[in-house]
Nanobody, 115 residues
Framework: QVHFVESGGGLVQVGGSLRLSCQASGITFSRNVMAWYRQAPGKQRVLVGFISTGGTTYYVSSVKGRFTISRDNAMNTVYLQMNSLEPEDTAAYYC?????????WGQGTQVTVSS
């Protein structure tokens, strides 16, 4: 059974940076496109970006140029480097497959950007 554990969130000021990590288990990690999603209070969970098995990345327009996704297949881990954080980035962040997310989600990691 697939299992995701996200970490690295916290409270940061506007313009700050954070690096999130997500370790996956129960899957053949290197064969899966991995994505980061986020869910702001009172809103639906949405895609932030994804990384292909070959390392190609895609980002939604609101984070492009500020966020970077990378992966370490040996560690079964996907990362999200977030720079120039804005209050609108405040959300719980999750990793999962893309495009079809697994039914099981991790607990997420909370990112709060204060102004």
């Amino acid at each position: 059974q697939v299992h995701f554990v996200e970490s690295g969130g916290g409270l940061v000021q506007v313009g700050g940076s954070l690096r999130l990590s997500c370790q996956a288990s129960g899957i053949t990690f290197s064969r899966n496109v991995m994505a980061w999603y986020r869910q702001a209070p009172g809103k639906q969970r949405v895609l932030v970006g994804f990384i292909s098995t070959g390392g190609t990345t895609y980002y939604v327009s609101s984070v492009k140029g500020r966020f970077t996704i990378s992966r370490d297949n040996a560690m079964n881990t996907v990362y999200l480097q977030m720079n120039s954080l804005e209050p609108e980035d405040t959300a719980a962040y999750y990793c999962n497959y893309y495009p079809s997310a697994a039914g099981s989600w991790g607990q997420g990691t909370q990112v709060t950007v204060s102004s």
